[in-house]
Structures are given as C-alpha cells and as structure tokens.
C-alpha cells in the first residue's frame, strides 16, 4: 500500500539524526525556508518520509549553506570567532571584566577588575588593569572571564 500525506516541515515526524536538525530549523524558525528547499530538492518525485529524513539527516551543511551560512556549525553554534563570558555575554575589546582565575585576585581577596585590550582569536583575551606600561601580557581563557 501506498499513500501520501502533506504536512508542514515543522509538523514531520523525523527521527534520529533528522529529528536533531528539525529542532533546531524549528527552534530557529527557519522550517518555511528549508521546506522550499527540500521541495526543490525532490522536484517532480514525491519523496518518503525516509527521503526527507535523511535529507535533514545527511544535508544539514548544505541546508545551513543555503541560508546563508558557512556550514552546519556556524548555523546552530553561531560565528565561531566569538567568545561569551560565563554568563553567555560576548566579549570584545575595551570591555571592563573579572577574572575568575587566581590572577584575577588582588591580596586582599578582592577580585580586580580588567580591560579587554586584545583579542588573538582563539578564545584567549589579553588583559591589563592600571597603568598599562607596569602590566605585562596576561591572557585569560574566555571562560574565566565576567563582564562587569
């Protein structure tokens, strides 16, 4: 027997590794723009649900390429040249931070407040506080900063 159902993208019953992309077309609300894709994609053949499983499945850089991106990656992460702090705000250069890291701490215990004065792209920030000729080179890890 054979038979066909018309649904939404966002309504199809995927699975596996299809169903991990459709959460995240859906979560990003791109499932109108990929279901033309994938409409295109099959042409003038009536695909099954197999076929549109494993094209959400096995397609996912060329999905993320036609809207727009780089690759899968990029599209669900984001631009992987950006850092967060730990609390998920992006970090840039010139912005006031706390080092969560035993040289973030003055003698007192108190935590001493940085600026971001460069960015070597790999998720390390360069660090200075006061008067930056006394401070040299202090690279902190993303992750243990705090904007402030």
Same mark, same amino acid.
């Given at each position: $027997?054979?038979?066909?159902?018309?649904? +939404?993208?966002?309504? %199809?019953?995927?699975?596996?590794?299809? !169903?991990? *992309?459709?959460?995240?077309?859906? @979560?990003?609300?791109?499932? +109108?723009?990929?279901?033309?894709? #994938?409409? @295109?994609? %099959?042409?003038?053949?009536?695909? *099954?649900?197999? =076929?549109?499983?494993?094209?959400?499945? %096995?397609?996912?850089?060329?999905?993320?390429?036609?809207?727009?991106?780089?690759?899968?990656?990029?599209?669900?992460?984001?631009?992987?040249?950006?850092?967060?702090?730990? !609390?998920?705000?992006?970090?840039?250069?010139?912005?006031?931070?706390?080092?969560?890291?035993?040289?973030?701490? +003055?003698? +007192?215990?108190? $935590? #001493? *407040?940085?600026? #971001?004065?460069? =960015?070597?792209?790999?998720?390390?920030? !360069?660090?200075?506080?006061?008067?930056? =000729?006394? !401070?040299?080179?202090?690279?902190?890890?993303?992750?243990?900063? @705090? #904007?402030?």
């Amino acid at each position: $027997m054979e038979y066909k159902i018309e649904c +939404d993208l966002d309504q %199809f019953d995927a699975w596996s590794g299809g !169903n991990d *992309t459709l959460k995240v077309l859906i @979560e990003k609300g791109v499932c +109108d723009e990929v279901q033309f894709l #994938i409409e @295109e994609a %099959f042409c003038n053949e009536i695909p *099954t649900d197999t =076929d549109i499983n494993d094209f959400l499945w %096995f397609e996912r850089d060329f999905i993320a390429q036609h809207l727009g991106y780089k690759d899968w990656d990029e599209f669900e992460y984001g631009d992987e040249d950006t850092y967060k702090d730990i !609390n998920g705000v992006e970090l840039a250069v010139s912005d006031e931070v706390k080092w969560h890291d035993e040289a973030g701490y +003055d003698v +007192d215990g108190s $935590m #001493i *407040t940085f600026t #971001i004065v460069e =960015d070597n792209g790999d998720g390390f920030f !360069n660090l200075s506080y006061g008067d930056e =000729d006394e !401070n040299p080179d202090r690279w902190a890890y993303y992750t243990e900063l @705090e #904007i402030v």
